[in-house]
């Protein structure tokens, strides 16, 4: 973590300010130690150069977060070799195809600073590191170390630099309007805490900022379909559906849209102007 990091960083119990206290560093780059929370007092670990910053309470985790941890945990090493198993079983072989459905409602632009949410094994953050050039700052979040140590990895291996954290959507443990975009893909089905996740989203993006966010969902009349009713009793996360009445207050311009075959819904909106912080 490098200490330029902590100017964005606030406590996921108080939002109070952090102060770093490095135990080993490599010039610029606190190696371990912990943060410390100006406000609240808490501390929080950081080891090999990662933040922990999962819940201000761990042990009060919800199950549902907890459940979905050890799973990732257990898969994380072999978690791209799945997907994209998958992908191509579902008729969908373009990945670079499939990352711009994402990326491109964010409207990214050179020198702007990026949040990716639950980024798993980072496959969106590369394009997302190429649209916002060496003068952008990208941050990544996730709950699960093991998905985060491959991504850490397949951006290393590209001398790609992002700011990583191990943290939790229901407590991002980011300033508020600290962010030109954010994305969130792939786990907003399974948050134990959704529409406090999606208000902390909103949060943390700035006035204007646009924000997209993803997961496995049926378009409509997919699930009377055969393939449709094979694959929701594969996989009973695709009966959930896009949980737009749990959107906060101050975003305007909302699309939904249906990608990958109308085997994933996307939501797409702008932070408003005028926006209320904080979980609803």
Known sequence: MNRDVV?????????????AKPETAEGSRVVSGTLTCKGCGRDF?????????????????????????DRYQRVAASYDRTIRLLMLLFGMWEPRA?????????????????????????????PMARQIGRTGKLFALDLS???????????????????????????????????????HFGGINT??????????IVRV?????????????????????RFGRWLLKKNTLYANKPPMELLPRGIAEVDLKW???GLFYVISFRKAHQAANGPA
């Open 7 to 19: 100017e964005y960083l606030c406590c996921p119990a108080c939002k109070g300010d952090f102060v």
């Open 45 to 69: 670990e950081i080891a090999y150069g990662l933040p922990n910053l999962v819940h201000p309470e761990p042990e009060k985790l919800p199950d549902m977060d907890r459940k979905f941890l």
């Open 98 to 126: 499939r990352r711009r459905d994402l990326i491109t409602p964010l409207e990214l632009q050179q020198g702007q600073r990026v949040l990716e949410v639950s980024a798993g094994t980072g496959s969106n953050l590369l």
């Open 145 to 183: 170390p093991g998905m985060l140590a491959v991504a850490r990895e397949k951006l290393a291996n590209k001398a790609i630099e992002a700011a990583f954290s191990l943290g939790n959507a229901g407590y991002l443990p980011y300033r508020d309007d600290s962010f030109d975009a954010v994305l």
């Open 191 to 200: 948050f134990g805490e959704k529409k406090r996740a999606l208000a902390e």
């Open 205 to 225: 993006a700035r006035p204007g900022a646009k924000i997209v966010i993803g997961d496995e969902g049926l378009a409509p009349g997919k699930e009377n379909t």
């Open 259 to 261: 990608v990958w075959r």
